[in-house]
Each structure stands twice: as C-alpha cells, then as structure tokens.
C-alpha cells in the first residue's frame, strides 16, 4: 500500500542519570521520531537513534534530519507498495546513513504488521514471549558509586550488568565490582578507546575478573586487532561498531575477530538488515544479542521484538523504561519480569501505543510530508 503521509518530529527527552561512555556524556536524548500513516489510516511509528554529535557514528540528529527530509521521506512517498523491502531496497543507493534508515525501515515494519493485525515480533518470526535482557551502567564518578548501583541494578532484578570503559576506568571498576558480586555474569564495552596494543592489559585485567564479554575495545576499522585479542581467550570478543553490513561482518567472521555480535536495530539499517547478520553470525556458530541506544519506548519495542527471533541467543541491552525515563513516549511501559525479563507485547504491531500528550509535551519540532 502507498503511504498517505509521513511526519518527522523531534523529540528531546531528559533522562533519569547522566549516561556516561568513553566518547561523552549524554543528560538527555534529543532524538527524530518518524510517524508514517498508510492510505488506509493505519500508523506506523520508528525512532532515530543517532545524537546531535556524531561521537558514536558519525551520524548526528542533523545529517538524519537532512536525509529523511530530502531524499528519504520522498522516496518512501513515492513507492507504489511501501514495504520494510521495497523501501530498504530503494533507500541502497544513498550510502551510509543507517540510523535515518532504521527509523523509516522500522516505521514500515511496524504499519505492515498494524495492517495484518499481527504482532511485529510474530511477523518477524519471533517464538519468545519474554526475552532476557541485562543493563548497560555508565562511567561513573568513583568506584563506591558505580558499586552501589550495580547493587541497585541487581535488587531490581537485572541478572547481567555491562559496564561501560575506557583508558583510566577499567581494572579498578571491574575488579571492584567482581569482588562483590562473584557470580555476577559481567561484560564490558570500550566503545572503541584502546589502541590495539592495548591488547595485552585488557586481556590481563579481563581475565583476571572473569569478564564474560568485551565489547568493541578497538577502533572500527581495527578488525584484525580484535581477532588477535580473540585468539586463545576465555571470554568472548564483542563487535558492535565494527559491523555495519553483511561485507563488514563476512570480515570479521572470516578473520575470527568476533565471538559475539551485538546487533542494533540503529546500527545497521532496519531490522531487517539486523535479523539477517544474526542468522549470518548464526551461521558461523557465533552468537547475536540485541543491542541498544537509550532508545525511548517507540525504538525499545522494535528492539524487543528482533530479540524475540530465534538468532538471538545473549541477554539485550534492553532494560525497563524506568531505567532511562521518567515519563517515557509509549504505554504500557515496558517493566522488568522475573528472570530478568521483558514482555513481548502481543498487540498489533510493535505493541506499545505513542502518548501524544507525552510527545507533545517533550516535542521541539515538528513537520508533515505528504504524497503528491
Ligand atoms: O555501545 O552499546 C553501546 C548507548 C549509547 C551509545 C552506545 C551504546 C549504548 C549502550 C546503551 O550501551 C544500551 C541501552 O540502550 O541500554
Ligand atoms: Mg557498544
């Protein structure tokens, strides 16, 4: 079916704690929302991951407005049949530019499967009525503070925490945390800051704590650096910006630089693009887990239903609405059930309804497109 009209709001919407990384600190999101609407009448809602800087890719609030408004939104427009495919098959031309794509890649996704009156997580091949997720713990200023979150994290529910590195905060924070909590399933994420010869530290200290997971502790490009830090150890080396698209990821499951895949939805373009590197890696007897954003409930949902899919075996970076946001954009929220849980909501589409008074509350802009 065609689209009748698309509409691309911009949303900024505070978040409960400061989220640190090794690239920056965030106080709140400011973020694109894309509400597309069929000629039948029937929604479709999808969120744009990228930042106003562009410190995690290279994508920023500014370049996704620009390409959505210019090339993609028209585009979409004009389709005869405006699917998840036709449209990612149509967006392949305009290089890069994922984050903008995911979020009408998405918005389609969610619309189609509104249309069929099905859930997206069924529509999506996805058996799993819960799914395990873990919580992602920023930088935070001393030890003892970062300690007694993690115990916050932990009598909430959460079963595996990842805590956020770099340089400088890395094997006091871990050891602190593994000697309080010994039997806690612990990863970490650099989010790219060690240079590859950095390798030999992180081994020791990851080793040493009994680290499950590193994530993306080299640059991106850096691929052989991490297939050498793979080689011969006993915890999984994760890629998350590394792998982009199929070609990026053949690379890495050639050069055995990846023992864990994080997929997001952002990352790489749709969820369509994400479901198909899972069952790659799958392929290649690597595991996938369904990586995050701060995404707020409109991007968490869709994020919920991929981790629903068979290829995805690790616990997401998908936590409860009341970890990020006070007052989130979707209801129900979603809420942390008994082993360390979500609900895959079973309603039409992705399941969660936009609040409008919420939206408006927190809207900064706000503009219609429609089909010629
Ligand atoms: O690298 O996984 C990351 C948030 C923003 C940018 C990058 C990352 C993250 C997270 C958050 O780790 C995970 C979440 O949404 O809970
Ligand atoms: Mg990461």
């Not at 680290?211 to 650096?225: D, G, H, I, K, Y």
């Not at 989130?328 to 909501?345: A, I």
Request: with cysteine; proline share 6%; glycine share 8%.
């Amino acid at each position: 079916m065609r689209l009748k009209a698309v509409r691309l709001d911009e949303v900024e919407l505070p978040l409960i704690e400061p989220f640190e990384t090794s690239f920056g600190i965030e106080n709140r999101r400011r973020f694109l929302l894309v509400r597309v609407e069929s000629w039948d009448g029937v929604e479709g809602w999808g969120e744009c991951a990228a930042a106003v800087d562009p410190l995690y890719s290279s994508e920023s609030v500014a370049t996704a407005r620009w390409i959505l408004a210019e090339r993609l939104i028209p585009l979409a427009l004009r389709l005869p049949a405006a699917s998840p495919e036709s449209f990612g098959r149509a967006a392949e031309r305009f290089r890069g530019n994922r984050m903008a794509k995911a979020a009408l890649e998405t918005a389609l996704h969610d619309n189609r499967a509104r249309r069929e009156g099905r859930s997206l997580s069924r529509r999506l091949g996805g058996r799993r009525p819960r799914v395990r997720v873990g919580v992602s713990v920023g930088i935070q200023p001393t030890v003892a503070k970062l300690v007694r979150r993690v115990g916050r994290y932990l009598d909430a529910g959460y079963e595996r925490v990842k805590l956020k590195v770099r340089p400088g905060w890395d094997s006091l924070p871990v050891a602190a945390v593994r000697r309080e909590y010994p039997d806690l399933d612990l990863w970490v994420d650099a989010n790219q800051a060690y240079p590859p010869s950095a390798a030999g530290l992180i081994r020791a200290w990851a080793e040493k704590f009994s680290v499950a997971q590193v994530e993306q502790p080299f640059p991106e490009r850096s691929v052989l650096a991490h297939a050498a830090l793979a080689e011969g150890a006993n915890f999984r080396v994760c890629l998350d910006e590394s792998v982009v698209d199929a070609a990026s990821l053949e690379d890495a499951l050639l050069s055995r630089a990846v023992t864990s895949l994080n997929v997001k939805v952002a990352r790489v373009g749709g969820l369509g693009p994400g479901l198909s590197l899972a069952g790659e890696a799958a392929r290649a007897d690597v595991p996938s887990w369904v990586g995050g954003m701060l995404e707020s409930g409109v991007g968490r949902a869709h994020n919920v239903a991929l981790a629903s899919t068979r290829p995805f075996v690790l616990s997401a970076d998908l936590s409860a609405s009341d970890r990020y946001y006070r007052e989130d954009l979707t209801d129900p929220p979603f809420v942390l059930g008994r082993g360390s849980t979500l609900e895959v909501p079973r309603g039409p589409g992705t399941g969660v309804e936009v609040v409008e008074r919420v939206l408006r509350k927190y809207r900064r802009s706000s503009r219609t497109f429609r089909a010629g």
